[in-house]
């Protein structure tokens, strides 16, 4: 590397000074244009019309959305998809926060191979825990009934049919969603109480603070952006459902749709009948409900945070 | 923190809650492996392990799926090519977010906070259209490049990136080097944490994927690893050894790179997330 | 490792993608020294089911010898999104093979949209012109029908007989043959069904399959010849009603565990004692369930009422050859060859227990012969004398949803049965098909082609 020396050469590292930026994030915008921006546009229009395949249209109107509206099994996609949502998160997160809570202490013995033991499952795609847990779910000779009957006799007969009963689907699917997200996360939370500044703890044992209020004062404002960026992340990954139940279910949405989410309400329309006009109403009803929940949920969150930063006077970032 | 070395009762029963935790956990992969040992009528007349251990289960699916092995050639080729462009492209645009003023930038950067939160599914209709047009269905370009560049990796690369002193670049500057320049030999090498984490996130997304997979690709010979597992699912459904076995071929080598690469990883994410 | 940035995680995936480039190009040679030079006849075929698969397997190479310079290319391909794959590939211009086995269930998914956006050859005209009509099962030809066109050749017939494990049934005293109709079985069943631990029959209370075998024997199904929805129909009611008081409340004889290994456990166990068997699931116990060769039988199926037919129907194939094919004449010679040949039937039937559709060919010695697996009973005389009873069944585009639909009909019933059980159930049932129905009629009246 030598210093530039002619004024040709100046101008040359000039130019390209000022045009780096963007040249450097140019094929990010060109993808995204192509690949990203046209095809949202594009599922707009089609969004209106009756397909048969990628070849033939006809315009109708806004009779997908009307249809949607009416069809049950849209609202039985759309229910089944929030109560998936609502309950995965609902026992991940404290799950996910307490074993990182207990991991990230000193005096625990062997915590490199229990992180290990509880992040392994997340390295397994969700085709192939569907497949595996479709055979662990199995009446009579499956491990779950094999595991869980002994525990519990009564509630949990050894021909529990996990999969082929409605009301047990989802249950089955949150236990499954579990084991394979909550190590997951708590990397995320271990990372988060990595950064946890050390000394705030000292200072706050110096005031007398107990660990209950340790972790009131230091950890929770300390963790709440991550915090934040799991539970958003994580909702917004339970709404996109799809190979776990599918696969699990053995290419079906289940006994009574009890394993129907919306994305493959999308893809058995859009791919397997060919209706891709539909499939286009069903992906923004979606994005809209996504968009406004994960919306509602930083709101909601943001707000608290903002309260606790009056208090306390926390940093910015 | 290390007041004291003892182990106190509620130490202890937390050793027993965590490791306890640790085997229900393991178990099912256990499970997985014991599955593909057993023959074909002693799968359910052993819980676990049977008394003879069988290789039939592999023997089989090797025969009997005639292209497995083309299957796991596939899904690595593409894996491997995808974790490159997107390392690539996704680091290059985290620089330029991370370190250069320029005009546009903060559109850029809540365009790229939007397409975080819309879900993909939004655009498969008409990006399926779309890659039919273009001659890109049955194709692996066809699943390469619209995810050339991860908007979740430009998130990561440009916090990561975002803390090597400015004084470096500088330096690098006074001797004349090139923007680009200053990317590769002063930037990347010092965002080796976070290139580790981000490979092996990368890597498992493609390695795993199915849905976007399933639909855009034809053709027996380009199947990758989930979706031959399916078909198998299909065909061989009454044979559990072998799709198990099926299962523990295409979790291992995800295994292996996370033992390799789990230091990394670990560190990547405390990078970016700590601070996202 | 100065010169490459990105550090070693990053080079070791450059390597991975150098090595399995590498791979890739070797296959893809592998794969063009397999293929055929220019000009050379080839029929590519996708068949569905493994046995159908191993089965044919042997017999092309008889139908290549005949036809020099020919080859066909046999591939098993999963049954699982087959139909979507190819529906999209018909839809999407793209490779299709030349002749494709469809399963029963999804042949409808083909029919819809106009006529020319169909994807298969219309062989209505070849099988008048060379007296093909005459020589199959006229029933058969149905599902594979749409206005007026056939698309499909069928395979088989798929009579349905019961399974049962004999030397069980013998040490509880069961007498098959005393057992004439379904009333004469669920009186046995409720002397011998122990709840949780041994039941009469595997009946699903999750999924149709079954009760879609009982809703034929009745003259019942999804679609009346004109493909309007009848799921509603009193039949349909009726079945229902009769149906899930057998998988559900404290008199149900039924269970089922489910397929695969669990079935397997399940019949050696003797959790379950009978089972619908038609000739190709005949196969699959003998495939699956080796450990109780000898112990098993076959009956007929109870009648609905006495002198009523013994039989009704579960599964299909048609074979299709699609408007893509380049040597339609070839393909039709090699179905010709694989569907009416009749040794080669006879030798097919030999390892697959499936009954051929040409009536014909089931004189031959293949079918007397005794099976040792079902206690020596001779198999295919036992199809055959049940294929005349077999039951029409009508299909639609809209078959899928309509299964999807009687299978929903079904757990709403058992629901409703298991927390009701002294309650009528026929009102709900009216109640729940009529609206099962109506949303297949919803979807059929949006097509708006």
């Known amino acids: 590397m030598t210093q530039p020396t002619n004024t040709h050469k100046k101008g040359w590292y000039e130019v390209q000074h000022r045009v780096a930026p963007y040249l450097f994030i140019a094929p990010f915008l060109v993808t995204f244009l192509i690949f990203g921006c046209y095809p949202i546009l594009k599922s707009l229009q089609l969004s209106l019309y009756a397909t048969n395949g990628p070849k033939s249209h006809v315009f109708v109107g806004f009779s997908n959305y009307r249809f949607l509206i009416t069809d049950p099994d849209f609202r039985t996609a759309v229910w089944n998809t929030l109560v998936y949502a609502f309950w995965s998160v609902f026992f991940q997160l404290p799950l996910a926060l307490g074993l990182a809570l207990l991991l990230s202490q000193k005096w625990i013995r062997g915590r490199a191979i229990l992180r290990l033991a509880f992040f392994s499952p997340n390295l397994m795609g969700q085709a192939f825990v569907a497949v595996l847990f479709g055979i662990l779910y199995v009446p009579q000779y499956g491990l779950v009934n094999r595991a869980l009957h002994p525990l519990m006799p009564h509630l949990i007969p050894l021909d529990t049919k996990w999969l082929q009963n409605p009301s047990l689907v989802m249950p089955a699917l949150v236990l499954a969603s579990l084991w394979m997200y909550v190590g997951f996360n708590m990397i995320y939370f271990l990372a988060a109480l990595q950064a946890v500044d050390q000394d705030l703890y000292e200072a706050a044992r110096v005031d007398g603070a107990g660990p209950w209020h340790q972790f009131l004062a230091v950890t929770v404002p300390g963790i709440k952006p991550v915090s934040v960026f799991v539970l958003i992340t994580a909702t917004i990954g339970s709404f996109q459902l799809y190979e776990l139940p599918y696969l699990m279910l053995n290419n079906s949405a289940g006994p009574k749709n009890a394993g129907l989410t919306i994305v493959m309400y999308l893809f058995q329309n859009g791919f397997v009948t060919g209706d891709l006009g539909l499939a286009s109403a069903i992906g923004w009803s979606l994005a809209l409900g996504v968009l406004v929940i994960s919306l509602g949920q930083l709101r909601l969150t943001g707000t608290l945070r903002n309260e606790m930063q009056a208090g306390k006077g926390g940093k910015a970032r | 923190m290390n007041r004291d070395q003892k182990l106190s009762p509620g130490r202890i029963a937390a050793h027993i809650l965590l490791f306890a935790m640790a085997v229900v956990v393991l178990t099912p992969l256990v499970w997985l492996v014991a599955a593909t040992t057993k023959g074909k009528n002693d799968q359910f007349h052993y819980t676990f392990f049977a008394p003879t251990i069988t290789a039939q289960n592999f023997l089989d699916l090797f025969k009997k799926t005639e292209v497995l092995q083309r299957n796991i050639w596939n899904s690595t080729f593409l894996a491997s090519i995808t974790v490159l462009v997107q390392l690539f492209f996704s680091s290059l645009a985290g620089f330029s977010l991370a370190k250069y003023e320029f005009k546009g930038k903060k559109p850029i950067t809540i365009l790229m906070l939007a397409t975080l939160m819309i879900p993909g599914q939004l655009t498969m209709a008409p990006l399926f259209e779309l890659l039919h047009r273009l001659g890109l269905v049955d194709t692996y370009l066809g699943l390469i490049i619209p995810g050339a560049v991860s908007v979740f990796g430009i998130f990561l690369f440009r916090q990561s990136i975002s803390q090597v002193p400015d004084e470096l670049l500088q330096a690098a500057r006074m001797d004349g080097c090139s923007e680009f320049g200053i990317y590769w030999n002063v930037v990347m090498p010092v965002s080796r944490p976070m290139t580790g984490a981000f490979c092996l996130i990368s890597f498992m997304g493609t390695w795993n994927s199915f849905l976007w997979p399933q639909i855009i690709l034809h053709n027996r010979e380009l199947f990758t690893l989930p979706i031959a597992l399916s078909q198998m699912v299909g065909v061989y459904s009454q044979e559990y050894g072998m799709l198990m076995a099926g299962t523990l071929i295409a979790v291992l080598p995800v295994f292996i790179l996370f033992l390799v690469l789990q230091k990394e990883f670990v560190a990547g994410l405390t990078a970016g997330a700590v601070k996202g | ?449």
């Open chain 3, 1 to 449: 490792m100065r010169a490459f940035p990105y550090g070693k995680a990053a080079f070791m995936f450059v390597v991975l993608a150098f090595v399995s480039s590498g791979m890739l190009f070797k296959n893809a040679a592998t794969s063009r020294a397999h293929r055929l030079p220019a000009g050379a006849r080839k029929v590519t075929f996708w068949v569905f089911a493994d046995t159908h698969y191993e089965a044919y397997k042997k017999s092309i190479p008889a139908f290549e010898a005949a036809h020099p310079g020919v080859k066909v290319d046999l591939q098993l391909v999963s049954n699982n999104g087959l139909a979507a794959r190819l529906q999209n590939a018909f839809l999407a211009d793209l490779d299709v093979p030349d002749m494709v086995e469809i399963e029963i269930s999804s042949s409808g998914t083909f029919f819809r949209g106009p006529l020319k956006d169909i994807g298969f050859a219309d062989l209505t005209e070849r099988i008048h012109s060379t007296g093909l009509w005459d020589k199959m099962v006229h029933a058969r030809f149905a599902p594979y029908t749409n206005r007026g066109h056939i698309f499909g050749l069928p395979h088989d017939v798929h009579p349905v007989q019961l399974a049962y494990r004999r030397d069980i049934a013998e040490q509880l005293g069961i007498d098959v043959n005393k057992i004439e109709t379904w009333d004469d079985f669920i009186k046995v069943g409720h002397r011998i069904t122990q709840l949780n631990k041994r039941y009469m029959i595997d009946l699903s209370d999750s999924g149709g399959d079954n009760l879609e075998t009982c809703l034929f024997q009745r003259g019942g199904g999804y679609f009346d010849p004109d493909g309007k929805c009848i799921l509603d129909n009193e039949t349909a009611i009726k079945t229902m009603c009769w149906y899930v008081p057998l998988v559900a409340g404290p008199n149900r004889i039924g269970n089922s565990l489910g397929w695969g290994q669990v079935l397997t456990k399940a019949v050696e166990d003797g959790y379950t004692l009978f089972l619908f068997c038609p000739d190709w699931r005949s196969r699959s116990f003998e495939k699956d369930i080796p450990r109780v060769a000898g112990k098993m039988a076959l009956m007929p199926l109870p009648a609905v009422q006495h002198g009523g037919a013994r039989t009704s129907t579960w599964g299909g194939t048609m074979l299709g050859i699609t408007k893509r094919c380049k040597e339609p004449d070839l393909a039709w010679a090699l179905a010709m060859h694989l569907y009416l040949d009749k040794p080669q039937l006879a030798e097919r039937f030999r390892q697959t227990s499936i009954l051929p559709a040409m009536s014909e060919a089931w004189n031959q010695e293949a079918f007397h012969e005794k099976n040792a697996y079902y206690s020596g009973l001779a198999l295919g005389d036992s199809y055959a004398r049940l294929a005349p009873d077999v039951p029409f069944q009508y299909t639609s585009p809209f078959i899928g949803v309509a299964k999807a639909k009687l299978g929903s009909a079904l757990v709403a019933c058992v629901q409703e049965y298991s927390a009701h059980p002294d309650r009528d159930l026929e009102p709900f049932a009216r109640a729940e098909l009529k609206r099962c129905a109506n949303d297949v009629r919803t979807l059929i009246n949006r097509n708006p082609y």
